[in-house]
């Protein structure tokens, strides 16, 4: 899932992800991403931090509650030692800055790709792999 | 009174040059900072363009924001270093900063008088202007050289004057405002009106004769007599996402004198039922309406037809082409049959199959004006209409347009009488659905697809391209480039712009993504990789590869699947508003007009960008620090000093702290009292590289006058009359600035243990020859800087080379290769008579300076 007031941010991101073969679906408003987050299972949330309504923290605070096992990566224009560290606090599994490379933010993703396949060396706080 | 008093005292005038040195001083390295920050910002920005990175609006807010400040603050210390209170300036910069906002609020600035545009002219960001169809047009033909009718472009500006002359726009407005949206005989009955009312209007005076004036300047340019055009719509947003396709007006061969009345009936046509319900389906307001006209000299075609780039051919892609005697539009409106030809997408386009049929009648240009039907002979009604010659041709000119579109197009095209192709319109289009499901085995293909290697060297423009390698290392591989073929090459060189329209990728093992060769790959969209080091080993002729630029990975065999992935994403990069947004920007931003400090508009206010501010206060922050150094004469530490050299650079020295060793008075200095790390290498690579002559070097006595250094004189004469040769130093940094004859060197440099803070930024620029000469100098020390991993660029004749972030022994042997190259390049300047002559100094210089840098193993 994909979460970004910009749709330009959106339409790249899942683009570049159906290129690896994950489904995608972008919303432009965290709180229709919301609602679909009640109804759908996500493996993996990119979020934008600043959006109109519920912000990019409420969204990653929520898709914790609601299922766990989603790695959520974080992304903002406004990146700050702060709001890093309340991400990764509140259980995010990357923080990216924007503007950022379309190869990172895979690379972002095959690690937790990798993850979710258990081929990645386990840490102390990773969930068992499905 | 008080002003009187200040004039008999003998100081105290409150003028701020009675501050301390080091006050000052500080405020000059201030600006030198900031010019740094301003540097590196807008290379950052402008490495936004490749499509390697996402990046939002907000982005360019915040960026131009921060650059924003930066010159600001950049104005402001100048003016404390200056007398000037640098109104001009602050001026430019508030005209500037005011430009950008309109930019980013997404109001258009139309240039001033732009009712008529000459079409070959219109260049890119047209379509505001030209509208989809014309600013298409001239874009192929400046960007990829295909061939188009000549002609001009009635703009959109023209357009609005037109409408609000004849108080039309009132009547659409209220019009379509009292509309109950489901009232079809209303619109019908208010388009019949307004259509109406556009026939009988009246064309402004000032429009009027502009046009008179452009058909005048066809008929001189034109064979052809009595002068016949063609008169096509261009809207905004035409043949961008929401096709128009066939709503809109054509009007072919019609006569100069009845332009007045076609340009009206296209107008009309605006309006017409359809085409307005169509728009108002799309939610469309009618201020988003604006229609360009293009005027252009109508071609009587022998062959014409249409080119689809991406056709089903039983569930392959294909390009299918069909074609008919005489003009083409009865053929799109399905009133001939016409040829059909199948042709591979991939080079040599072979042709699949073909399909020739009876073609008993063409429409042709009537001699007095309009078409008419006639018989063709019948020895040529079952005649294929194209030979594989032409075939070829148009394969090569589509798939060039389709790679620079990164979208499948339909290409309206003719042939002329005389053989030679000219293309009419290129449309996007989106694939078949039989085609489209292709795109879901993408992820498939991927996982089964072997990478060559990824990850390495720097993207300068993104995208896909899949073809074979042809490796190029002289100029007869790049004569004979193939169409559709990847080149691979050790180093860039902006000789590559030769083949960039036949080129389908680009990677390189030397090179910058902000040389002049990947500005150039940027222009045609061609995906460019550089500076990967390895390319030339891994990669050999004739080895066909995927090349995925915005990701920057290479892979082995042909992968259509990405290649078609591409072709259907739902945006191409470079149509996003963002994109297009963030070249506007670039272009107040970046672009310098300031090369030339020694011509007449090297002012204030003659800066048009942020650039242009940032290189004039860079020159004059010197020339301050120089004046200022003369007042404060021997009274503080930071005397300026003469070195004393074997060769006579004239060179002066401040110290501001840690750059001498030794006794601190005294005029003089020698080269083994300087501490100034980057300026010992320097001084080394000068004195050691045995490419400094101390004769005068003699050049043609014809207009110039010959160039050698100026003995610098002690006592010290004004700026003006001296070449500013002045280095301020400390121990780890190095401002220097170096006239030698008409060639100005500027060297920023620190060199220190920590690589983060390590950089040289050079300036060269270089006067007096003409202008052949002075360009092939400017190349020549590009290529060297980019062998020496230097981001190089040209504005004009000023060469600019930045790098930064280097170890300390790669840094000092860099030092000395400017050393080196100063000395040579002063040697050149007469010398370069023709272009292959750049490319045998350049090689001669970097095997010279081997000896003087280290060697090979530095790298």
């Known amino acids: 899932m994909v979460i970004d007031d910009e749709p330009i941010v959106c339409k790249r991101l899942q683009s570049t992800f159906q290129k690896v073969g994950y489904a995608v679906e972008t919303f432009t408003s965290s709180a229709s991403a919301l609602s679909r987050l009640h109804e759908a299972e996500f493996d993996i949330i990119v979020t934008d931090l600043k959006m109109e309504g519920a912000d990019g923290m409420q969204v990653l605070a929520t898709a914790r509650e609601i299922s766990p096992q989603t790695r959520v990566i974080v992304i903002t224009g406004f990146?700050?030692?702060?709001?890093?560290?309340?991400?990764?606090?509140?259980?995010?599994?990357?923080?990216?800055?924007?503007?950022?490379?379309?190869?990172?933010?895979?690379?972002?993703?095959?690690?937790?790709?990798?993850?979710?396949?258990?081929?990645?060396?386990s840490t102390a706080d990773s969930t068992p792999s499905r | 009174m008080l002003h009187a008093l200040k004039e008999i005292m003998p100081f105290g005038h409150g003028r701020i040059r009675d501050l301390p040195f080091d006050v000052l001083f500080k405020k000059f390295k201030s600006i030198l900072e900031r010019n740094n920050s301003i540097l590196e910002l807008m290379a950052d920005m402008g490495d936004k363009m490749s499509g390697e990175y996402v990046f939002d609006r907000q982005y360019l807010v915040s960026a131009v924001?921060?650059?924003?400040?930066?010159?600001?603050?950049?104005?402001?210390?100048?003016?404390?270093?200056?007398?000037?209170?640098?109104?001009?300036?602050?001026?430019?910069?508030?005209?500037?900063?005011?430009?950008?906002?309109?930019?980013?609020?997404?109001?258009?600035?139309?240039?001033?008088?732009?009712?008529?545009?000459?079409?070959?002219?219109?260049?890119?960001?047209?379509?505001?202007?030209?509208?989809?169809?014309?600013?298409?047009?001239?874009?192929?033909h400046d960007q990829l050289r295909l061939p188009i009718p000549d002609g001009f472009v009635m703009t959109t500006k023209a357009f609005f004057d037109f409408m609000h002359h004849n108080r039309l726009m009132e009547v659409v407005e209220t019009g379509i405002a009292q509309w109950d949206g489901r009232d079809e005989s209303y619109l019908r009955a208010l388009s019949e009106e307004v259509q109406g009312r556009i026939l009988r209007a009246e064309v402004p005076h000032a429009l009027a004769?502009?046009?008179?004036?452009?058909?005048?300047?066809?008929?001189?340019?034109?064979?052809?007599?009595?002068?016949?055009?063609?008169?096509?719509?261009?809207?905004?947003?035409?043949?961008?996402?929401?096709?128009?396709?066939?709503?809109?007006?054509?009007?072919?061969?019609?006569?100069?004198?009845?332009?007045?009345?076609?340009?009206?009936?296209v107008v009309a046509g605006t309006y017409a039922y359809e085409a307005?319900?169509?728009?108002?389906?799309?939610?469309?307001?009618?201020?988003?309406?604006?229609?360009?006209?293009?005027c252009q000299i109508m071609v009587d075609g022998a062959v014409s037809g249409v080119l689809t780039t991406y056709a089903d051919d039983a569930g392959q892609p294909a390009m299918l082409v069909t074609g008919t005697w005489g003009l083409g539009l009865p053929l799109m409106n399905g009133e001939v049959g016409g040829d059909t030809y199948i042709l591979d997408r991939?080079?040599?386009?072979?042709?699949?199959?073909?399909?020739?049929?009876?073609?008993?009648?063409?429409?042709?240009?009537?001699?007095?004006?309009?078409?008419?039907?006639?018989?063709?002979?019948?020895?040529?009604?079952?005649?294929?209409?194209?030979?594989?010659?032409?075939?070829?041709?148009?394969?090569?000119?589509?798939?060039?347009?389709?790679?620079?579109?990164?979208?499948?197009?339909?290409?309206?095209?003719?042939?002329?009488?005389?053989?030679?192709?000219?293309?009419?319109?290129?449309?996007?289009l989106r694939p078949q659905p039989s085609l489209a499901r292709a795109s879901l085995s993408v992820d498939h293909a991927m996982k089964q697809a072997s990478v060559i290697f990824q990850g390495r060297g720097l993207v300068a423009q993104g995208g896909v391209a899949v073809g074979p390698v042809v490796i190029v290392k002289s100029d007869a591989?790049?004569?004979?480039?193939?169409?559709?073929?990847?080149?691979?090459?050790?180093?860039?060189?902006?000789?590559?712009?030769?083949?960039?329209?036949?080129?389908?990728?680009?990677?390189?093992?030397?090179?910058?993504?902000?040389?002049?060769?990947?500005?150039i790959a940027r222009e045609h969209r061609v995906p460019t990789v550089v500076n990967t080091e390895i390319a030339t080993q891994m990669l050999h002729d004739g080895d066909e590869i995927t090349l995925d630029a915005t990701q920057n990975v290479i892979y082995r065999g042909r992968i259509s699947e990405l290649d078609h992935f591409e072709l259907t994403e739902e945006m191409v990069f470079e149509e996003?508003?963002?994109?297009?947004?963030?070249?506007?920007?670039?272009?107040?931003?970046?672009?310098?007009?300031?090369?030339?400090?020694?011509?007449?508009?090297?002012?204030?206010?003659?800066?048009?960008?942020?650039?242009?501010?940032?290189?004039?206060?860079?020159?004059?922050?010197?020339?301050?620090?120089?004046?200022?150094?003369?007042?404060?004469g021997g009274l503080d530490f930071s005397a300026p000093r003469r070195l004393i050299s074997d060769i006579p650079l004239g060179l002066v020295v401040i110290d501001a702290g840690g750059g001498i060793r030794g006794p601190i008075d005294g005029k003089d200095i020698s080269r083994d009292e300087i501490e100034s790390l980057p300026l010992c290498e320097l001084l080394a690579g000068i004195h050691e590289s045995g490419m400094w002559c101390t004769d005068p070097v003699s050049v043609d006595m014809g207009s110039f006058m010959s160039s050698f250094t100026r003995t610098f004189c002690t006592s010290l004469a004004g700026p003006h009359k001296v070449g500013r040769n002045l280095a301020v130093i400390l121990k780890e940094y190095m401002n220097l600035h170096m006239r030698i004859g008409y060639h100005f060197n500027i060297i920023d440099a620190y060199m220190c243990e920590t690589i983060n803070d390590n950089y040289i930024n050079?300036?060269?620029?270089?006067?007096?020859?003409?202008?052949?000469?002075?360009?092939?100098?400017?190349?020549?020390?590009?290529?060297?800087?980019?062998?020496?991993?230097?981001?190089?660029?040209?504005?004009?004749?000023?060469?600019?080379?930045?790098?930064?972030?280097?170890?300390?022994?790669?840094?000092?042997?860099?030092?000395?290769?400017?050393?080196?190259?100063?000395?040579?390049?002063?040697?050149?300047?007469?010398?370069?008579?023709?272009?292959?002559?750049?490319?045998?100094?350049?090689?001669?210089?970097?095997?010279?300076?081997?000896?003087?840098?280290?060697?090979?193993?530095?790298r």
């Open chain 1, 79 to 121: 990146a700050t030692m702060e709001t890093a560290k309340e991400s990764f606090h509140q259980g995010a599994f990357d923080f990216v800055a924007k503007p950022f490379k379309l190869s990172d933010i895979l690379d972002c993703v095959r690690r937790i790709e990798a993850r979710l396949n258990g081929t990645e060396a």
């Open chain 2, 276 to 294: 307005w319900h169509y728009r108002l389906e799309r939610n469309y307001h009618e201020n988003e309406i604006a229609m360009a006209v293009g």
């Open chain 2, 209 to 265: 004769s502009q046009i008179d004036t452009h058909i005048h300047i066809l008929q001189e340019a034109s064979r052809s007599r009595p002068l016949r055009l063609a008169l096509r719509s261009s809207a905004w947003g035409e043949d961008g996402d929401a096709s128009f396709a066939g709503q809109y007006t054509s009007l072919l061969n019609v006569p100069a004198g009845q332009v007045m009345d076609a340009y009206r009936r």
């Open chain 2, 762 to 858: 050079f300036r060269f620029f270089g006067g007096v020859t003409d202008f052949t000469h002075r360009s092939r100098r400017a190349r020549f020390i590009r290529e060297i800087l980019e062998r020496f991993d230097f981001r190089v660029e040209i504005h004009g004749d000023l060469v600019v080379g930045r790098i930064k972030k280097i170890s300390l022994p790669r840094m000092a042997h860099r030092m000395r290769m400017l050393g080196g190259l100063i000395g040579y390049t002063r040697q050149l300047d007469a010398r370069l008579q023709d272009d292959r002559q750049i490319d045998q100094h350049v090689q001669c210089f970097v095997h010279a300076i081997q000896g003087v840098i280290g060697g090979k193993s530095e």
């Open chain 2, 346 to 428: 991939t080079p040599p386009y072979a042709i699949r199959s073909a399909n020739v049929v009876e073609k008993p009648r063409r429409l042709a240009a009537a001699s007095k004006g309009g078409t008419v039907w006639e018989d063709v002979p019948p020895e040529h009604r079952r005649k294929a209409a194209l030979e594989p010659q032409q075939l070829l041709t148009l394969a090569e000119a589509a798939m060039t347009i389709e790679r620079y579109y990164k979208r499948p197009q339909e290409i309206e095209w003719v042939f002329r009488f005389d053989g030679q192709l000219r293309i009419l319109q290129a449309r996007p």
């Open chain 2, 65 to 140: 924001e921060r650059l924003s400040d930066l010159v600001f603050k950049l104005i402001s210390d100048l003016s404390v270093l200056s007398e000037h209170k640098n109104k001009e300036l602050f001026l430019g910069f508030a005209r500037i900063q005011h430009q950008i906002q309109e930019e980013l609020a997404g109001r258009h600035e139309f240039p001033a008088g732009a009712l008529v545009i000459p079409l070959l002219m219109a260049g890119r960001d047209a379509e505001e202007l030209d509208g989809g169809k014309m600013a298409a047009l001239a874009e192929m």
């Open chain 2, 576 to 632: 996003s508003y963002e994109y297009r947004l963030l070249r506007r920007l670039l272009k107040r931003i970046s672009h310098l007009n300031l090369t030339d400090p020694q011509a007449a508009n090297f002012k204030a206010s003659a800066c048009l960008t942020y650039h242009d501010i940032t290189r004039f206060i860079h020159e004059k922050a010197i020339e301050e620090l120089i004046a200022l150094t003369e007042r404060h």
């Open chain 2, 477 to 519: 591989d790049l004569d004979a480039f193939p169409h559709g073929a990847i080149l691979v090459s050790k180093y860039t060189t902006p000789r590559f712009s030769r083949v960039m329209c036949k080129a389908r990728g680009i990677i390189t093992d030397v090179g910058s993504p902000a040389g002049h060769m990947s500005t």
